[in-house]
């Protein structure tokens, strides 16, 4: 495949149309934020904008970075100053766009987050969907998979996610309809109950969490805010170098979180 570039304002306008990011109540602005260079060769994608990812694409010469949760959240500090100041300003320095989608990455039905994690989990999608903005999704282990048990499922989320995830509930439960929604969805606990689940996946937990999942016998597995959220940022990156003729690099800043 011969390379090439595209134009930042070009590929803003189509990353907006595919993701429908008009149709989300987010909690900081979707699309690019933070402008760089006109054309673009080479995406560098990542699940959270940190330093790290930062210096990582100015070691590989990228033009744009790509992220799941990039800057200017609702509610906090608006000042540009400490960290926010360090990021902004080697993005600035180095000409380099940052392109950010939260809530339309979780809910893309093939590239997002949601999609992804079911694809690596080998969970089977039905058609419902439950949650605010209808994020959460519902369905079951395919029968390669050999999931008949909670721990059964545990298990294979710490084989493919590559880290041991929080069971609440009793691993020898028969896994029936199975919930889930990346990163911080452990309030849509009740959602995923009242829509009949067996079990529900999110990336992180709270205290609440498992006095709900304790007494309603529903159980909860908390796999990782990181870890749940790595396949849709890929996926999109990977879409983008094949639509657009670009090069494409995914880089995996570890959090345990």
């Known amino acids: 495949m011969t ?9 803003a306008k189509y990353l907006a149309q595919m993701l429908n990011i008009a149709q989300y109540r987010d909690y900081c602005p979707n699309g ?8 673009i060769g080479f995406v560098v994608s990542g699940v959270t904008a940190s330093q790290a990812l930062i210096e990582a694409a100015i070691d590989l010469k990228a033009d744009a970075i790509l992220v799941h949760h990039g800057y200017f959240w609702r ?21 380099i766009n940052l392109f950010a989608y939260h809530l339309p990455l ?7 987050n949601n999609a992804q994690l079911a694809r690596q989990l080998s969970l089977l999608a039905g058609s419902e969907r439950f949650g605010e903005d209808k994020l959460g999704w519902l369905g079951e282990p395919e029968a390669e998979a050999n999931v008949a048990t909670v721990g059964d499922l545990a298990r294979l989320i710490e084989r ?19 919930a889930w929604c990346t990163g911080a969805a452990q309030g849509f606990l009740g959602d995923a109950i009242a829509a009949g689940a067996s079990v529900y ?18 159980a909860y597995i908390a796999a990782g805010h ?25 880089v995996d800043i570890d959090n345990p979180v």
């Open 3 to 11: 390379l090439r570039t595209a134009n930042r304002d070009e590929l």
């Open 32 to 39: 690019l934020q933070v402008e760089g260079r006109a054309e």
């Open 75 to 95: 509610g906090e500090d608006s000042r540009v100053i400490g960290t926010r100041y360090k990021r902004l300003k080697a993005l600035l320095a180095h000409d």
């Open 106 to 112: 979780d809910g893309h039905p093939e590239l997002g």
């Open 160 to 178: 493919r996610l590559g880290r041991a995830p929080l069971l609440i509930g009793d691993a020898g439960q028969a896994v029936g309809k199975v």
């Open 201 to 218: 996946i999110s990336g992180e937990i709270s205290e609440p969490t498992v006095h709900l999942a304790r007494e309603t016998g529903v």
């Open 226 to 250: 990181h870890a749940t959220e790595r396949y849709g940022v890929q996926a999109l990156g990977t879409h983008l170098a094949e639509y657009f003729g670009i090069r494409h690099q995914f």
